[in-house]
């Protein structure tokens, strides 16, 4: 069983700065890449940011120059994080945590995903 647990949203004013997190945690063998998506309230889910297993990143257009994502490996805990600079209101939505992991077959697994205001 996997687990994908996202921390680190809230409200936060434009021009600020947030880190989010999520830790996978279970039965993997591996994983191919791991991302970030968002869902703003209307709007369909997108992809935010994403690193492949050999360490490339891609961005959405949106928040390049703004986010970073990076990843570490910790023992049983594989880690994703999106720090995010210069926040908008337009980044304003639930931020999910999305990886595509191997354990007995390859899936893909969300976390129940963090809200993000960004309000003055």
């Known amino acids: 069983q996997v687990q994908l647990v996202e921390s680190g949203g809230g409200l936060v004013q434009p021009g600020g700065s947030l880190r989010l997190s999520c830790a996978a945690s279970g039965s993997i063998f591996n994983i191919y890449w791991m991302g970030w998506y968002r869902q703003a309230p209307g709007k369909q889910r997108e992809l935010v940011a994403i690193?492949?297993?050999?360490?490339?990143?891609?961005?959405a257009d949106s928040v390049k120059g703004r986010f970073t994502i990076s990843r570490d490996n910790a023992k049983n805990t594989v880690y994703l994080y999106l720090q995010m600079d210069s926040l908008k209101p337009e980044d304003t939505a639930v931020y999910y945590c999305?990886?595509?992991?191997?354990?007995?077959?390859?899936?893909?697994?969300w976390g129940k995903g963090t809200l993000i205001t960004v309000s003055s």
């Open positions: 999305n990886a595509r992991i191997v354990t007995t077959g390859a899936m893909d697994y």
């Open positions: 690193i492949i297993s050999g360490g490339n990143t891609n961005y």
